[in-house]
């Protein structure tokens, strides 16, 4: 029997997100005790089994067309359209929260074809099939999630769409809480999309200033400067605000953030719902801040060290 496995897992965006799509860079940190797993086995009638799916294939493209779209060029490119099989999935990275839970999907469903097929793969042709599936349930990604959800430590995703792993001698932690409402990830593109169309000069210049921020977040946290790092989330937060996907719930849970020492917080992922992510250089102030949050009404929370 045939068996076919791959993993990938979540990630949260530091700096750069939405400014990212507009071709400035991002810095995302993996997220590595979150993951997905894939595993196809032999079948004798094709069936796809998730955490909020059981069905045909066919049946995936009504609700869930980007990993339809992946599974039949993947077929393709293996010169297997007719292969039977069963998929099953299993994620404990919460959907729609800002955390890279579809390109996780994506990626350890791409590595388990590969294993399947006993086929040496790149992280260059895993991220293209990815993609596949992004491009198609956000309108337009950035490929920073891609990357992100493979990548073993913090990234940096330039302007060129290359990420480049940051090499970091830092004891920083990130705090992430789920708000408990969805992150509204193709409504909150298309929204910065249409601000922008409207008003270039204004956006245009919140946008690049995101992508400064970054470039500047980059010299900050190798040189383990926390501290200003942690302004610069600020920062991004406030452009996050006035692109319109920050809202008043998130604000809220950013400012208990702050209020318990983080050295700065700020929306992860698309926004309109979702995550927070807050960065402090104490382990203590992060259990403080956890706490904290979960208390204020935060559905789930974790520490990642960076």
Known sequence: MNLGFG?????????????????????????????NKAEIIDSD???????NFSGSMYQLNYRFSGIYNLLVELLNFFESPDLTFKLHVKSNIPSKKGLGSSAAYAVSIVKAFCDYFDYQYTDEEVFKFAQIAENKNHGK?????????????????DS????????????????????????????????????????????GGYLKRMGE??????????????????QLMNENQLLLSKLGVSTPY???LIKITLKHGALGAKLTGGGLGGSIVALTDKSE??????????????????????
Request: proline content about 3%.
């Open 7 to 35: 993993q990938a897992h979540a990630k949260a965006h530091l700096l750069g997100e939405h400014s990212v799509v507009y071709g400035y860079p991002a810095i995302i940190a993996p997220l590595l005790s979150l993951t």
């Open 213 to 230: 921020i970054a470039d500047k977040g980059r010299e900050e946290i190798i040189a383990d400067d926390l501290k200003d790092f942690g």
């Open 250 to 252: 998130l604000e809220r």
């Open 160 to 203: 060129n769409k290359d990420a480049t792993i940051l090499k970091l001698d830092t004891q920083a932690y990130i705090i992430i809480a789920d708000s408990g409402t969805a992150g509204l990830t193709s409504q909150a593109v298309q929204l910065v999309a249409d601000n922008y169309e409207k008003n270039p000069t204004v956006y």
């Open 141 to 157: 990604s950035s490929g920073g999630d891609t990357y992100a959800v493979m990548a073993e430590g913090p990234i940096f995703f």
């Open 45 to 51: 009638t094709t069936v796809i089994e998730t955490d």
């Open 285 to 306: 102030t992060a259990k403080e801040i956890k706490s904290a949050l979960s208390k204020s009404g935060a559905s789930e929370s974790w520490i990642s060290k960076i």
